[in-house]
């Protein structure tokens, strides 16, 4: 079978097998996003209050055992870290615009923006690992990596709206890498009753550790404060006696990162500065594994499909083995 007809044979059956198991928006099972995990733990950053000390960098290398990413001329020991790398798993990027004059001013200012896994609440990345080796704990809602079950394919990376799995190029056996909220084999802090590194370090409480919703609660609440007045901010984990530092209220955004966005994340930012400009993505409040798992698991219901798919390939295969046979009948007749 030539592969032209095995491809025109596979979308026509794939098309009629479409039809016939009757699909339409009425017999689509909608799968829904998923709800947050019922102790549901995340972080918040709040961009306000961020010095782009890079502590929270350093803890989370340490950590994890990641090397700093060096400079070029590989003299200076300091983390050149600007993105997420298979070796930074956690970073602080700058927004800037114009002159620079003033933090957490769109324009002519600069601010700071957090990048590392969100936690989603309803995870791409999970979703499309064929093996489980993405998973979603259900009762934390922390998303963790798991490299015995990886079969190395990257959908995670493609299934990742945020672009934080990170595979190691480098490595001959490479692995993916991602933050694991301090919770993978052999660290697990936050079973233990612990914080994420970087939100223990973190010297503002720009990067704040709790439970989704007392952070959810701590974010709803700075965005009714009144700019200009001074506010008791906490530090270190929100639900475990917090230390506490004054500071003025900034104009922050109305908008809490993650309280929607393509089903939630356990971990929210909030800022003075729009996201898109802080580089977020575009996302609709459905989550995309609730629209492809609504789509596969319609599309293999009963096993219509593969079953309409087979029939009509292992009827094209029969057919051209009669048109093959007919053919070789008027050789031999010549
Ligand atoms: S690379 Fe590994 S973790 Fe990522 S989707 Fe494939 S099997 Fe799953
Ligand atoms: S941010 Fe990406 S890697 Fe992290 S849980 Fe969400 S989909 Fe997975
Ligand atoms: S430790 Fe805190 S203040 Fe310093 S860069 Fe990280 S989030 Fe910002």
């Known amino acids: 079978m030539k592969r032209r007809d ?10 009629g097998s479409t039809a016939a198991v009757g699909i339409s928006s009425q017999s689509v099972m909608a799968r829904g996003n998923l709800k947050p995990a019922p102790d549901a733990v995340g972080m918040l950053y709040d961009s306000t209050l961020c010095v782009g ?3 929270c960098v350093s803890a989370c290398k340490k950590t994890n055992n990641m090397p700093p990413v060096q400079a070029k001329n590989k003299k200076d020991t300091a983390d ?10 956690n970073v602080i990027k700058v927004y800037r615009n114009g002159n620079l004059a003033v933090k957490d001013r769109q324009i002519n200012g600069f601010a700071f923006e957090k990048r590392s896994c969100m936690h989603c609440v309803d995870p791409g990345c999970v979703s499309v690992c064929p093996v489980t080796a993405m998973r979603h704990n259900p009762i934390t ?25 990170q595979f190691e190029y480098e490595n001959p056996f490479g692995q993916i890498q991602k933050c694991q909220m301090c919770n993978q084999a052999g660290v697990e802090k936050i079973d233990k009753g612990g914080m994420t590194s970087c ?11 709790g439970s989704r919703k007392s ?24 639900d475990k006696k917090p230390s506490h530092h004054e500071k003025e209220i900034p104009i922050y955004k109305k908008h809490i990162w993650g309280e929607k966005e393509a089903g939630g994340t356990n971990v929210l930012h909030i800022s003075s500065i729009d996201f898109d400009k802080l580089g977020m993505p575009p996302l609709k409040d459905r989550s995309s594994a609730s629209v492809a798992e609504t789509v596969q698991h319609t599309l293999y ?3 219509a499909l593969p079953a309409v798919a087979l029939a009509g390939l292992a009827f094209t295969v029969a057919k051209n083995s009669n048109n093959d046979k007919d053919n070789d009948n008027k050789g031999d007749k010549k």
């Open 6 to 15: 095995f491809l025109k044979t596979t979308l026509t059956t794939t098309l």
């Open 199 to 209: 939100a223990e370090v973190c010297p503002t409480g720009a990067t704040l550790f």
């Open 53 to 55: 000390c890079k502590a």
């Open 141 to 165: 809602g922390i998303v963790t990596y798991h490299a015995d079950a990886c079969i190395g394919c990257r959908n995670c990376m493609v299934g990742c709206p945020y672009n934080v799995p």
């Open 80 to 89: 050149f870290a600007r993105d997420l790398s298979s070796k930074t798993l």
């Open 215 to 238: 952070l959810m609660a701590e974010a709803k609440k700075r965005m009714a404060l009144k700019p200009g007045e001074v506010y008791n901010y906490p530090r270190g984990n929100l």
């Open 301 to 303: 219901q009963y096993m």
